[in-house]
């Protein structure tokens, strides 16, 4: 009998990661995808499919970080309680990029900026709020952001695109 309850709860831990697995998978596009995959196997250094301490160590040699303290790569393996697959290296990365906020959020925020909602917002005034209000941008975290911006040519920005810019990357990137 003690068995058998192993044997179910296997198969519902089992089920339980395929779900998971499957959410992951829909928070991103194709794309996104696939270059997660070539960063996996950039790190993935001995191609056995999981990041392991000496794959991790491998990779900071190779970008010029030569001694790392093994508290750091520890930390690192510990995020993905427990070996990191591809699935697994997926899962991180939408757990940290989940910290954006929903669309829909960012898009009532711009709405208080445009009382006519015509769908934009002036550039010029609201660099002055990126600059002056609540958490600061520094002025190369501004031009960083309108290199991506879409500007009209009166000099407006038009949030709806930029909002998916933030949710979704930049679509000239791929």
Request: proline fraction near 3%; charged fraction near 25%; aromatic fraction near 8%.
């Amino acid at each position: 009998m003690a068995s058998r309850k192993a044997g179910t709860r296997g198969k519902a831990a089992t089920k339980q990661a395929q779900r998971g697995s499957s959410n992951v998978f829909s928070m991103f596009e194709q794309a996104q995808i696939q270059e997660f995959k070539e960063a996996f196997s950039c790190i993935d250094q001995n191609r056995d499919g999981i990041i392991c301490k000496s794959d991790l160590r491998e990779t900071y040699s190779q970008l010029g970080k030569v001694s790392v303290p093994e508290e750091e790569l520890d930390a690192m393996l510990q995020e993905g309680k427990g070996p990191i697959n591809f699935t697994v290296f997926l899962t991180l990365f939408g757990e940290k990029l989940n910290g954006t906020d929903p669309e829909e959020a960012i898009l009532s925020a711009f709405r208080m900026f445009d009382p006519s909602g015509q769908g934009v917002v002036n550039k010029d005034e609201f660099k002055q709020l990126l600059l002056t209000q609540a958490d600061k941008f520094s002025p190369a975290e501004v031009e960083q952001l309108f290199a991506l911006t879409p500007v009209d040519l009166a000099g407006n920005i038009d949030y709806k695109s930029l909002c998916y810019i933030i949710t979704h990357g930049d679509e000239k990137e791929e």
